[in-house]
């Protein structure tokens, strides 16, 4: 099975390599800000042009804004606008140009309807203040060092790694594996490579295929599993919030940077601004460990791992929850289970965003017409089952994997965009929602009719 995928390692850069990067990061920018700016020229004078009642074949002609033909414009610019330019390797400025050149389809194919999610604005200009500094390789000679405590990229030499590169060097030297691509950027106050490649994993089998695990997420607890078992909220940002407080309101009374009337912000406000970049680095790199050991133990130990498709836009526009759903990662979770289930070979199956894990009974079926927040156990009012109202949705999960195992085998159940359009199931008959399902990333599209806030509330504790 061949997957692409990312090896990052953090760098420690002496001060005269972080220059040169900087430099190509720079270098990078203007050549961004260069093509950005032709394009923006060029269309503006078409649409003069046509007001002034201009053929549309006699307009001044447009500028392809593809990769290739940014590259081209730049290679017979770049004497003029940069003629520094061989201070710098060409992968700089084609880092640059390549971001523009998806931002440039991105926006085009948004306002096109050919883009799903939010509306993409225009290409902006790209400011040393508010662009993270990066630059990526495409060719040349990069590598990791026999010691796999250093790489080597193109004109930047040497580097020396933090850690040490070895899970990527043995995929290298047993040829499991081939570097696409190099990316050295910034990210929190510390520098990091990043390498694409192209990875031949073999193919494996959960320890025990037929395992089911029916995985409900939450905020109180970041998941209960249908094994019984539940897995803590570690709340890294909660816990950071008083240090956060703290250095916020020391930055506050130090002298920041203001435009308006040229000031230059202090050192020491720098010096705090650093440290809080760096505990909210240290909440993110916490959050990332836990999800990541998470989703590797379900997607080992169980062949099935079912979880809901939680509205996460939707609840994230929720003021009171957005901050405790942000600091979970549920979005994150089903990323990292999608393609994880794929690596150990096992399936993950998202439940219909309207299947009511949480208000049906885990026993006999029945579903309840409400139920409210505050009730943490669920008692079912047909057949007095009590349990764990967490519990109940993740057995509830769990069991409709019994349900798409025994309708694949029978017939198709999917229509051509992967909704559901199966009949009723027996023992889930009462439901407003029948209980839909589709393969991970290919979840059927239906119609609103209710139920979405409410199933934000139920997943607020
Ligand atoms: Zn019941």
Redesign the pocket.
């Known amino acids: 099975m061949n997957t692409i995928q990312a090896y990052r390692f953090a760098l420690d850069l002496t001060p005269r390599q972080e220059r040169v990067v900087l430099a190509h990061a720079g270098a990078a920018r203007v050549a961004h800000n260069w093509a950005l700016g032709q394009i923006k020229a060029v269309m503006g004078q078409r649409a003069a042009e046509r007001t002034y009642g201009v053929a549309e074949a006699d307009l001044t002609p447009a500028t392809g804004w593809t990769l290739p033909a940014l590259r081209k414009a730049w290679n017979s610019a770049k004497d003029e606008v940069a003629p520094w330019w061989r201070e710098c390797s060409k992968e700089a400025f084609n880092t640059g140009l390549d971001g523009l050149a998806r931002a440039m389809k991105n926006w085009s194919d948004s306002r096109g309807g050919k883009r799903a999610g939010r509306s993409v604005g225009f290409a902006r200009r790209k400011t040393k203040r508010r662009t993270t500094p990066s630059v990526r390789f495409t060719t040349g000679a990069i590598r990791v060092e026999p010691d796999r405590k250093h790489v080597v990229l193109p004109r930047l030499g040497r580097l020396a790694l933090h850690e040490s590169a070895r899970k990527l060097a043995r995929r290298l030297d047993n040829g499991t594996a081939r570097i696409m691509s190099a990316t050295v950027r910034r990210d929190g106050g510390r520098w990091y490579v990043s390498f694409t490649c192209e990875v031949q994993r073999t193919p494996c089998v959960p320890a025990p295929p037929a395992s089911t695990v029916g995985v409900d997420l939450g905020v109180k607890h970041l998941a209960v599993l249908s094994t019984g078992e539940v897995v803590a909220n570690p709340r890294h940002l909660a816990q950071a919030s008083r240090r956060l407080r703290r250095l916020a309101r020391r930055q506050s009374r130090r002298i920041s940077p203001d435009w308006r009337v040229r000031r230059a912000e202090s050192k020491r406000w720098e010096g705090t601004r650093r440290a809080l970049a760096s505990v909210h680095a240290r909440v993110a790199h916490l959050r990332r460990d836990g999800l990541h050991k998470l989703t590797t133990r379900l997607a080992r130990e169980h062949g099935t791992v079912v979880v809901e498709d939680l509205n996460v836009a939707g609840m994230l526009r929720n003021r009171k929850l957005a901050r405790h759903i942000a600091d979970t990662g549920f979005a994150e979770i089903r990323r990292q289970l999608t393609y994880k289930t794929q690596w150990s070979g096992g399936q993950l199956i998202v439940a219909n965003r309207w299947y009511p894990s949480s208000k049906a ?1 885990s ?4 579903v309840k017409a409400k139920l409210a927040l505050s009730e943490r156990t669920y008692t ?1 009012t ?2 007095d ?1 009590t349990l764990d109202r967490d519990l109940n949705a993740a057995l509830n999960l769990a069991a409709l994997a019994r349900n798409v195992a025994d309708d694949r085998s029978g017939r198709e159940s999917l229509n051509g965009r992967g909704a559901d359009r199966k009949t009723p199931l027996a023992g889930l008959v009462a439901v407003k929602r029948l209980p839909g399902t589709a393969p991970a990333g290919q979840t059927g599209t239906v119609p609103p009719q209710g139920g979405a806030t409410d199933r934000v509330r139920t997943k607020a504790h």
């Open positions: 009974c026993g006999c079926g029945a079912c047909t057949c089952l």
